[in-house]
């Protein structure tokens, strides 16, 4: 039996002596932790990586492979060494080779595995690393730092023992301690942030917008005044000629004059200026909350964006005079701008949402407005107040149509119920505010716009059901059983309508894109045109030029036809 610490070292060298062979020496002595801080072993760049060790024979030759073992477990190829000072005098023959030692700096720590209770390291990434936190560098024990993190220059492990210059910061890690903390955190717990699909698609896209010649200039905040708009003094070079010559056949167009694309939303409609000199201009609103002043016929280029509304602006209307501009939106909000100075002439807030505008055409101080409501009501822009209301047991209104030369209209709701008959479309007396009829559409779809033929008492109802009524603009409003325009489809858009201007063709959008025109008298499809991607929900033909017609949609774009 070995007695003493010498008795196991001379009883070990015979061991090996006497076997002329490799063996591999499996003890481990409790008293050797004094000596971890004289012998270190020779590491690379980090610990991650493997280092080979084995058994030690007389020769000095190594065999087998290590591996790093939990404390107080027993290594594999790790050498036993003595612990009695004195057997180190021994002959040169009779030693065994000591592990190498480090050839780090003075005051550098021993190495990981001879540490024992093990502790694990920090790993301090430099200052430029900071905003870069990657899965790779995470904060994990020594024995399994990643392979990427540990090829990390200069990577620094920062112990528990004595500050050292091995453990001396670097100007550039003082830097890195002015980073603000979440990105230290981040860095440290290695979180990646997600990012959404639509959000990185939206970022690339601007970042592509970005780079383009044709950047769109800021737009003012919500409610600031607008620039005043760059209107010509003169007349159109291509207007001129039709001023003063009655107006000619309309004809169908077929080639694309301008593409407009300026909106950040889907258009909800457009306007030709009512004054035949400036009918050049377009008027467009949008769900972006804008609504812009083009320049359609001559350079197709945006004169003016008005920001005035913080939310969607549903409905814009040109007054007659054509210097004005009245909207409505989400926001409850009305405003009258005037485009000559930028000035807002009259500003109303209304009780619900407004989705229709439309300027009285004796008294253009008046306009009723419509919208998320029940009620229609009147507005004096002299007064700034509600003069009138009318009041249907409905929950919308979508449209509204003057008749008569203004003494009465009509309002198209969403009621689409059983017992609907009486509130899809209803005909008001303007200055008394009574029903005169609300039997006029007996059939359950919803008319999400009107249009009035301007030659003759009648008018159209958009339907639902995928088609074009006609119905007769004086009581008892009979619509017509032997003309119906379809082919288009609806499903649930706002789709405008309207007559040309001769009368002779009618046009309406359709919600996969398409552009339809019909003869009116035959109500035979005319012209089919596939205008857009997206659902065409506005068409307008211009009032003088005869072949010119303007459509917008729900992707964002307009679209000049000659």
Not at 52 to 63: M, N, Q
Not at 176 to 194: F, H, L, N
Not at 211 to 240: L, M, N, T
């Amino acid at each position: 039996m070995v007695t003493s610490h010498s008795d196991l070292w001379s009883w070990t060298s015979s061991l090996v002596l006497s076997a002329g062979s490799p063996v591999i020496c499996l003890l481990r002595t409790a008293s050797s932790s004094w000596m971890a801080s004289l012998v270190a072993y020779d590491d690379s760049d980090s610990e991650a990586e493997t280092e080979p060790t084995g058994g030690v024979c007389a020769a000095g030759h190594t065999t087998g492979t290590g591996v790093a073992g939990a404390p107080g477990q027993a290594f594999a190829g790790e050498e036993a060494l003595p612990t009695d000072p004195t057997s180190w005098g021994g002959s040169r023959e009779q030693r065994l080779p000591l592990a190498q030692l480090g050839r780090g700096h003075r005051g550098s720590c021993p190495s990981q595995r001879l540490r024992w209770p093990r502790k694990e390291p920090e790993i301090t990434l430099p200052a430029s690393h900071l905003s870069r936190s990657s899965l790779w560098t995470s904060h994990v024990p020594a024995s399994t730092v990643p392979l990427a993190a540990a090829r990390l220059k200069p990577v620094q492990l920062c112990w528990d023992t004595p500050r050292s210059s091995f453990c001396a910061q670097s100007e550039s890690e003082v830097t890195g301690k002015t980073a603000s903390s979440s990105q230290r955190k981040r860095a440290e717990d290695s979180v990646v942030p997600y990012i959404p699909k639509r959000l990185r698609q939206l970022q690339a896209a601007s970042a592509e917008a970005g780079k383009g010649k044709d950047v769109e200039p800021p737009r003012p905040p919500a409610g600031c005044a607008p620039a005043p708009c760059c209107v010509a003094p003169h007349v159109s070079e291509f207007i001129q000629p039709y001023l003063n010559s009655p107006y000619r056949e309309t004809q169908v167009p077929s080639k694309v004059l301008f593409h407009l694309r300026g909106h950040r939303g889907p258009v909800n409609s457009i306007q030709w200026c009512p004054v035949l000199s400036k009918s050049h201009m377009l008027l467009s609103t949008s769900m972006d909350k804008t609504f812009k002043v083009w320049n359609a016929v001559d350079s197709g280029r945006c004169l003016q964006t008005y920001s005035l509304h913080s939310e969607a602006v549903r409905a814009a209307r040109w007054s007659p005079c054509g210097r004005r501009i009245l909207s409505g939106g989400f926001d409850f909000a009305l405003h009258l701008t005037d485009l000559e100075t930028g000035t807002q002439l009259f500003s109303g807030r209304s009780d619900f949402r407004v989705t229709t505008l439309k300027f009285h055409p004796k008294d253009p101080s008046v306009f009723l407005c419509g919208g998320f409501s029940s009620e229609i009501k009147a507005w004096d822009v002299r007064t700034g107040k509600v003069v009138r209301g009318y009041k249907a047991t409905v929950q919308q209104t979508l449209d509204i149509l003057f008749l008569q030369e203004g003494s009465e209209f009509l309002s198209s709701t969403d009621a689409s119920t059983r017992d609907s008959a009486d509130r899809t479309i209803i005909a008001w007396d303007f200055g008394s505010s009574a029903k005169i009829s609300n039997q006029i559409f007996h059939e359950r779809y919803t008319c999400p716009s009107l249009a009035l033929h301007p030659r003759e008492p009648v008018f159209l109802a958009q339907t639902n059901g995928n088609y074009l009524a006609l119905f007769s603009a004086v009581w008892p409003y009979r619509m017509s059983r032997r003309r119906r325009y379809e082919g288009h489809k609806v499903e649930g858009y706002a789709v405008g309508c309207e007559c040309s201007p001769c009368g002779d063709l009618l046009v309406t959008g359709s919600a996969d894109g398409r552009i339809l025109m019909f003869s009116f008298r035959t109500a035979s499809r005319a012209c089919t045109l596939q205008g857009h991607t997206q659902a065409c929900v506005g068409t307008t033909y211009h009032p003088v030029l005869p072949s010119v017609l303007g459509t917008c949609s729900w992707g964002g774009d307009i679209k000049i036809w000659h």
